[in-house]
Structure formats: C-alpha cells, structure tokens
C-alpha cells in the first residue's frame, strides 16, 4: 500500500476516534445503553477503524510501531458487520472509551503530528 493510502487510513483512524469522543461526551454506561442512535453512531465509528486498519495491514502497523491487537480488531469489524444483534452494547462502550483513545494517540505519532 502506498504511503499515501496509508496516511489516509491513518487519518480515518484519527477523524473516528474523534467522532467517538464526541458522541460519548457526559456518557457514562447506563446513558449510552439507553441511547440507541449514540450505540449505532459508535459501532459504525468502530467498524471504519476497524476497516482501516485491516486496510493498512498488520506488517505496516508494526512498522509504525501502532499496538494492534489484530485478531481482535479484525474480530470486531466481521462481528459489527455480520453478526451485529449478538454484540454486547457494554463491550462496544469498553472498547470506544478504553481502546479507541490511545489507538488514536498512536495513529497520531504515525502521522507526525
């Protein structure tokens, strides 16, 4: 992939990460539970990431230095596409305020920023 495509990827990265913490601003779990468009606004948001770094390749993110759990990520974009009414809402919520920050911090120093 070129450096150019990867940067874009990169840069999806950062744009829905963002997103995420927007939509999550004064969330806590109960809220985000009872909020249906904020749980399908993040798992979409979460799908894209998931999608872009599936894009970019898991030799590339090491060569980055991005610490990507790949299965997991790759695990997350198949179930939020193909098996989306068995997926734990709680598990979404861990995963965007816990694991997409600092995904997005290292995307960050990929890109020089």
């Known amino acids: 992939m070129s ?33 249906r468009k904020t749980v399908d606004a993040v798992e979409r948001c979460l799908e894209r990431i998931a999608e872009a770094i599936v894009q970019i390749g898991a ?6 230095r991005i610490p990507v759990p790949w299965n997991e990520v790759r695990g997350l974009g198949n179930r939020l596409r193909h098996e989306y009414r068995r997926i734990d809402k709680r598990l979404i919520f861990d995963t965007a305020r816990n694991d997409i920050p600092p995904l997005r911090d290292a995307a960050l120093r990929a890109l020089g920023e």
Do not use: C, K, P, Q
């Open 3 to 35: 450096s150019d495509r990867i940067r874009s990827r990169l840069e999806h990265v950062v744009e829905y990460a963002d997103h995420i913490a927007e939509y999550l601003t004064g969330y806590d779990v109960d809220r985000f539970l009872g909020d």
């Open 59 to 64: 030799e590339e993110m090491v060569t980055m």
